[in-house]
């Protein structure tokens, strides 16, 4: 289900006039993101903000929106998180050209209802690491695991990515 034009107006005029409270750095992301972008993995966002919300949270967060060779935002797609379409273009525009299939990606992600939700509804399903965020997150780690994803996919923080990426087999 893609957004209607009126609404992604109507989400930017709400977020100009109440921002939402700033977005802190996270120990360690930074740092973390830019080691990924030099082992020459691609780093890509898909997410349901639009363009000059992400990037204000990406410079309030400390984080070079360059290290990311694709963003796909609310208005460069015609579908949105939940709908597992979202990932179709991301897809079949970037990631196949370059012969990156899907059980090479991981989605990541901090909510179930439309990150998580995208992800395994997708045919075939997106793999999927749950990010809890510590006492700043949304979704626990119990609601992660209660929602079906794999304990061992659900993280505190991105920061453990490296870990999780280099005990993976993969294709």
């Known amino acids: 289900m893609g957004w209607p034009s009126w609404a992604a107006d109507e989400l930017k005029r709400i977020n100009k006039a109440h921002p939402p409270p700033a977005f802190p750095p996270i120990p360690g992301l930074a ?3 830019q080691g990924y972008h030099l082992r020459n993995t691609i780093l890509a966002i898909l997410t349901s903000r639009d363009r000059e919300s992400l990037e204000r949270r990406l410079a309030e967060a400390g984080i070079n929106k360059d290290l990311f060779e694709i ?5 460069d797609s015609e579908f949105t998180k939940p709908d597992p379409r979202v990932f179709d273009q991301m897809i079949d525009e970037y990631l196949a050209p370059l012969g990156i299939s899907i059980s090479e990606i991981l989605f990541v992600g901090d909510i179930i209802i439309s990150d998580w939700d995208a992800a395994r509804n997708h045919n075939p ?4 690491v749950g990010i809890t965020g510590g006492d700043r997150g949304v979704v626990s780690r119990e609601e992660f695991v209660a929602a079906g994803v794999p304990e061992e996919f659900i993280l505190e923080t991105a920061v453990e990515l490296p870990r999780l990426i280099d005990s993976l087999e993969w294709d």
């Open 31 to 33: 740092d973390s993101l």
């Open 71 to 75: 963003i796909q935002g609310l208005n």
């Open 125 to 128: 399903q997106i793999p999927f």
